[in-house]
């Protein structure tokens, strides 16, 4: 893997949670637990994430590279898009943050060596650059066009062992449709089969779901924050994980009987009162000068 001179332009971030991205805690759980499961059962294959931004995944996916294992990023960073709508996406989303000396800091701050990286449109890993059946695990996070994402899970499969899995973003966002349309096309109509559902990642496999499925349900997820539920779709066993929601704190009734009695204006200042109490409760102790 090549090394290479990065931009100074911001600091290396400290902590993996400094690296910007919308890759969150239930999915990087997610994602450790299966890449680790895999190296336990003695699985070996590369890594491909299809979209990278910021490196805030990547760089996951690189803690868990075995030896002779390779990971390749494709993204288009700061290069034009080919095409009017994937330029449109890339403007309104992502132009003003997104560069390949940004990606190459963030990912070199917690690695020595950056991945193999291919600075160009998901599009072109369909020329048989990746071979075919060399991943255990393909991230797919780039655009969300119809089209394109339907290419970006072409290339997933081709790329992909047999029982290699398949991660997903977007694939229910209310702004990304053509995600959907895509995965579940592929779920219906492309063999996909559904192993695992958070609020942002759509999880599969082409081999066998249900070996994955009691890989997932070894780990105690409850104990970590996160509700677990179980569905059918077409024909698998589905995993979802969810955030555990707090519950709301529940004010006692002879307070409530007492905001609620009071008139507006009092109210108002009662409640101003109480949340000034609160912050002084909460504010660290003055020193003695």
Same mark, same amino acid.
């Given at each position: 893997?090549?090394?290479?001179?990065?931009?100074?332009?911001?600091?290396?971030?400290?902590?993996?949670? =400094?690296?910007?991205?919308?890759?969150?805690?239930?999915?990087?759980?997610?994602?450790?637990?299966?890449?680790?499961?895999?190296?336990?059962? !003695?699985?070996? !294959?590369?890594?491909?994430?299809?979209?990278?931004?910021?490196?805030?995944?990547?760089?996951?996916? !690189? =803690?868990?590279?075995?030896?002779?294992?390779?990971? @390749?990023?494709?993204?288009?960073?700061?290069?034009?898009?080919?095409?009017?709508?994937?330029?449109?996406? #890339?403007? #309104?989303?992502?132009?003003?943050?997104?560069?390949?000396?940004?990606?190459?800091?963030?990912?070199?701050?917690?690695?020595?060596?950056?991945?193999?990286?291919?600075?160009?449109?998901?599009?072109? &890993?369909?020329?048989?650059?990746?071979?075919?059946?060399?991943?255990?695990?393909?991230?797919?996070?780039?655009?969300?066009?119809?089209?394109?994402?339907?290419?970006?899970?072409? *290339?997933?499969?081709?790329? &992909?062992?047999?029982?290699?899995?398949?991660? +997903?973003? =977007?694939?229910?966002?209310?702004?990304?449709?053509?995600?959907?349309?895509?995965?579940?096309?592929?779920?219906?109509?492309? !063999?996909?089969?559904?192993?695992?559902l958070t609020p942002m990642k759509?999880?599969?496999?082409?081999?066998?779901?249900?070996?994955?499925?009691?890989?997932l349900l070894r780990r105690d997820? $409850?104990?970590?924050?996160?509700?677990?539920?179980?569905? @059918?779709?077409?024909?698998?066993?589905?995993?979802?994980?969810?955030?555990? *929601?707090?519950?709301?704190?529940?004010?006692?009734?002879?307070?409530?009987?007492?905001?609620? +009695?009071?008139?507006?204006?009092? @109210?108002?200042? @009662?409640? $101003? #009162? &109480?949340?000034? &109490?609160?912050?002084?409760?909460?504010?660290?102790?003055?020193?003695?000068?």
């Amino acid at each position: 893997m090549p090394n290479a001179e990065t931009s100074a332009a911001r600091p290396a971030p400290v902590k993996r949670d =400094d690296i910007p991205g919308w890759f969150f805690s239930l999915d990087r759980a997610a994602f450790g637990h299966l890449l680790s499961a895999q190296s336990a059962a !003695g699985v070996t !294959g590369d890594i491909l994430e299809l979209g990278s931004y910021l490196g805030r995944s990547a760089v996951l996916l !690189g =803690d868990h590279l075995q030896p002779g294992e390779r990971l @390749t990023v494709c993204d288009l960073f700061d290069s034009e898009a080919g095409d009017a709508d994937n330029a449109a996406e #890339m403007a #309104m989303s992502y132009r003003k943050t997104l560069t390949r000396s940004a990606f190459e800091a963030n990912y070199l701050a917690f690695h020595r060596e950056l991945p193999e990286i291919v600075q160009a449109p998901t599009s072109v &890993l369909a020329d048989g650059r990746i071979p075919a059946g060399s991943c255990r695990f393909v991230h797919v996070d780039a655009s969300h066009l119809y089209e394109h994402v339907a290419g970006d899970i072409a *290339v997933a499969r081709s790329a &992909l062992a047999e029982d290699g899995l398949v991660a +997903l973003d =977007d694939y229910r966002s209310e702004h990304t449709p053509g995600v959907s349309a895509a995965v579940w096309e592929a779920v219906f109509t492309g !063999g996909l089969r559904p192993v695992l559902l958070t609020p942002m990642k759509f999880y599969g496999t082409w081999g066998d779901a249900a070996a994955v499925r009691e890989v997932l349900l070894r780990r105690d997820w $409850r104990a970590g924050g996160y509700t677990v539920d179980e569905d @059918t779709i077409a024909g698998s066993a589905v995993v979802r994980l969810n955030y555990q *929601v707090k519950p709301p704190v529940e004010r006692s009734t002879s307070r409530r009987l007492a905001l609620d +009695l009071l008139p507006p204006v009092a @109210t108002r200042a @009662t409640r $101003r #009162m &109480l949340r000034t &109490l609160r912050e002084r409760r909460a504010a660290p102790p003055v020193p003695n000068a």
